[in-house]
């Protein structure tokens, strides 16, 4: 199979040697750009995340590890002492990584979306570079599907994986659905901004902002379209919200006090407060009657570690389809082999049909000539299509491409045929894969 990839990932490298690694798109499209022209390459396709860079290839032979670890250092810029943590895969174990990296498998964070999303990028990029070829459109394409086809048929990407996902996940429990809903955000900095994400995905609009930082707090309102307020948070931000959410990183309590408590009593609304800091940020008795929910990080870490566990779960599952797709391409592949022998088969019993009928066709009446086309149409199509059944089949199930050989052999007028040497020489090329 002509189908290899070099590339680091968070298993393999570290973050330090993963940033030396990583491609911006502009970088990557030079290198696109390189690799359509480069010898023994027919196909190219490069995907860069936070997490890995990998480069897909199509070789007419394959590179030794040396040369492609040079490549990858050329492409990338990372220094070749580094290139020794680069990981090399060929055929069949290049196509498995390519689906479990769409599948989730591969991922940091197990069965993330993200990554699908990405690859699509990936290959969209290299198609407008004209740097594919067939067999790389084939398997990314595949993967893509079997991507998709792992997400419908397990809960792989399902639940809550972190605590700022969890947090939102039980938002959307305790309203439904979040559009139109009020947050007061306390906090801007990793875990309120990416819980702010989730909640912005999920359809929250109407934000209110306090940090220590008004600088910070300014940034994220400025993100999500809300408004900077006081630090620390008044009674009345409490009593306009739906949701307060907070995570800073203070050593007491900063949603708390007198005021706040009577704010919280007077309400007429439910009211649910999520606490992702340690120490907790929220005063425990501001959760003074049935409607205010209070949920802290201890809360959220059962939840996520449950579904961490399903998730492991529904990854076996996974696996076997991602085997189902690895071997349907790897078909797919063994029967692409002799296409240009079958095409070079049907290209000759054309030219002999068609001369034949243009011969012999003043035999028939000028009514009768259409039938005539139409019946040495069929019986050529039938002669051509048994032997490319029994070529596929040779080459599918016995790994043999010598019959492929033998029929290019014998459809050439002269043992000089171009056209029968280029297909023999293919056919030689991939019985050394």
């Given at each position: 199979?002509?189908?290899?990839?070099?590339?680091?990932?968070?298993?393999?490298a570290s973050l330090e040697i993963r940033e030396q690694a990583a491609m911006a798109p502009p970088q990557i499209d030079r290198a696109l750009r390189e690799l359509s022209g480069a010898?023994?390459?027919?196909?190219?396709?490069?995907?860069?995340?936070?997490?890995?860079?990998?480069?897909?290839?199509?070789?007419?032979?394959?590179?030794?590890?040396?040369?492609?670890?040079?490549?990858?250092?050329?492409?990338?810029?990372?220094?070749?002492?580094?290139?020794?943590?680069?990981?090399?895969?060929?055929?069949?174990?290049?196509?498995?990584?390519?689906?479990?990296?769409?599948?989730?498998?591969?991922?940091?964070?197990?069965?993330?979306?993200?990554?699908?999303?990405?690859?699509?990028?990936?290959?969209?990029?290299?198609?407008?570079?004209?740097?594919?070829?067939?067999?790389?459109?084939?398997?990314?394409?595949?993967?893509?599907?079997?991507?998709?086809?792992?997400?419908?048929?397990?809960?792989?990407?399902?639940?809550?994986?972190?605590?700022?996902?969890?947090?939102?996940?039980?938002?959307?429990?305790?309203?439904?659905?979040?559009?139109?809903?009020?947050?007061?955000?306390?906090?801007?900095?990793?875990?309120?901004?990416?819980?702010?994400?989730?909640?912005?995905?999920?359809?929250?609009?109407?934000?209110?902002?306090?940090?220590?930082?008004?600088?910070?707090?300014?940034?994220?309102a400025d993100l999500l379209g809300g408004r900077v307020t006081g630090f620390p948070p008044g009674a009345a931000d409490v009593d306009w919200a739906d949701l307060v959410i907070s995570?800073?990183?203070?050593?007491?309590?900063?949603?708390?006090?007198?005021?706040?408590?009577?704010?919280?009593?007077?309400?007429?609304?439910?009211?649910?407060?999520?606490?992702?800091?340690?120490?907790?940020?929220?005063?425990?008795?501001?959760?003074?009657?049935?409607?205010?929910?209070?949920?802290?990080?201890?809360?959220?870490?059962?939840?996520?570690?449950?579904?961490?566990?399903?998730?492991?779960?529904?990854?076996?599952?996974?696996?076997?389809?991602?085997?189902?797709?690895?071997?349907?391409?790897?078909?797919?592949?063994?029967?692409?082999?002799?296409?240009?022998?079958?095409?070079?088969?049907?290209?000759?019993?054309?030219?002999?049909?068609?001369?034949?009928?243009?011969?012999?066709?003043?035999?028939?009446?000028?009514?009768?000539?259409?039938?005539?086309?139409?019946?040495?149409?069929?019986?050529?199509?039938?002669?051509?299509?048994?032997?490319?059944a029994n070529l596929r089949q040779a080459s599918v199930q016995d790994d043999d491409l010598s019959l492929a050989s033998a029929i290019a052999r014998a459809t050439a007028r002269d043992?000089?045929?171009?056209?029968?040497?280029?297909?023999?020489?293919?056919?030689?090329?991939?019985?050394?894969?």
């Amino acid at each position: 199979m002509r189908l290899e990839l070099i590339g680091l990932n968070h298993r393999t490298a570290s973050l330090e040697i993963r940033e030396q690694a990583a491609m911006a798109p502009p970088q990557i499209d030079r290198a696109l750009r390189e690799l359509s022209g480069a010898d023994n390459l027919e196909g190219a396709a490069i995907l860069s995340t936070c997490n890995r860079t990998e480069v897909y290839l199509s070789p007419v032979e394959h590179h030794d590890e040396d040369a492609l670890r040079r490549l990858y250092c050329r492409l990338t810029g990372l220094p070749p002492a580094a290139a020794g943590a680069a990981y090399v895969l060929r055929d069949d174990d290049a196509m498995r990584h390519l689906v479990r990296v769409a599948a989730g498998l591969d991922s940091q964070l197990l069965g993330e979306v993200q990554i699908l999303g990405q690859l699509k990028e990936a290959y969209t990029r290299a198609l407008a570079a004209t740097a594919t070829n067939n067999i790389l459109n084939k398997a990314l394409l595949r993967a893509i599907e079997a991507g998709k086809d792992v997400r419908n048929r397990t809960g792989i990407s399902q639940g809550a994986v972190s605590v700022a996902s969890a947090a939102v996940q039980m938002a959307q429990r305790i309203f439904g659905s979040l559009a139109g809903r009020r947050v007061l955000l306390v906090g801007a900095g990793e875990t309120a901004r990416l819980a702010a994400n989730h909640l912005h995905g999920a359809g929250v609009a109407d934000w209110r902002i306090a940090n220590r930082t008004v600088a910070n707090a300014r940034v994220v309102a400025d993100l999500l379209g809300g408004r900077v307020t006081g630090f620390p948070p008044g009674a009345a931000d409490v009593d306009w919200a739906d949701l307060v959410i907070s995570a800073t990183g203070a050593p007491a309590p900063v949603v708390v006090g007198a005021a706040m408590l009577d704010a919280v009593r007077r309400r007429k609304r439910p009211l649910l407060l999520l606490d992702l800091a340690v120490p907790r940020d929220i005063d425990p008795a501001l959760a003074v009657h049935a409607d205010v929910y209070l949920y802290t990080v201890d809360d959220f870490e059962d939840l996520v570690a449950a579904n961490l566990e399903a998730r492991r779960k529904e990854a076996l599952r996974a696996e076997q389809i991602v085997e189902k797709h690895v071997a349907e391409f790897s078909a797919w592949y063994r029967e692409h082999r002799v296409a240009p022998t079958i095409e070079r088969l049907h290209a000759v019993l054309e030219d002999l049909r068609r001369h034949e009928v243009e011969r012999n066709q003043r035999r028939f009446s000028p009514q009768d000539h259409a039938q005539l086309e139409r019946f040495s149409q069929a019986l050529i199509r039938k002669v051509e299509g048994l032997i490319a059944a029994n070529l596929r089949q040779a080459s599918v199930q016995d790994d043999d491409l010598s019959l492929a050989s033998a029929i290019a052999r014998a459809t050439a007028r002269d043992m000089q045929d171009a056209g029968v040497q280029q297909v023999l020489e293919r056919l030689r090329q991939e019985g050394r894969h």
